[in-house]
């Protein structure tokens, strides 16, 4: 019987992917303790960050709210990549991350009175990102593992190559799923561009 969903891709298959690609035996257990292993895991979860970082349409929010805590402060969130004040209240306040909280630098001051709404990169588990990045993830990875345990240039070209198929198809995943218009409309409109086809239908 097939399986009912192809999305299978763990940290675990995505590391024996990585050891694969550069011709070692997959494993069964993520042992730390194996240097190799070690190292595999650490550069996977580089790249997760890095690439998560860029912004994307599933990890990114906008106006997201802050509310301050019984001191007036507000804590910096732990899975946060990038925080902006949103466009509406950058001109009011200059917010950096400071100590572990939110610091304005225009007010100087760590207090603030009322709930703020920034545009946040949020940072996920390799589990919860969509299939398409987890594998442009994996082959970005493969690459930078291969260049540092290999140094075969066929090899590192071939990787390369796939990784470039790999961001491709993430690109049309963020332009399928982010509906964005060369207009500018404001985010939440709705606005819809032409469909040649609909002339059909007159």
Known sequence: MFPTTFDTETELSSINSILASIGQTPVTTLDYDNPEIAMVARTLADVCNQVQAEG????????????????????????????????????????????????????????FEDTIHADIVWKFEFSDLPHPFKQYITYRAARMVASKLVGDKELYQLLTDQEGVARAICIEYECNQGDYNYLGYPRGSDFRTFKPYTALMR
């Open 56 to 111: 994307w349409v599933f990890n990114t929010e906008y106006r997201y709210p802050l509310k301050p805590d019984s001191a007036n402060e507000i804590k910096f969130p732990q899975n946060v990549l990038q925080l902006d004040l949103s466009d509406t209240e950058s001109q009011y306040r200059d917010v950096i991350r400071r100590d572990g909280k939110l610091y304005d630098k225009l007010g100087h001051t760590y207090k």
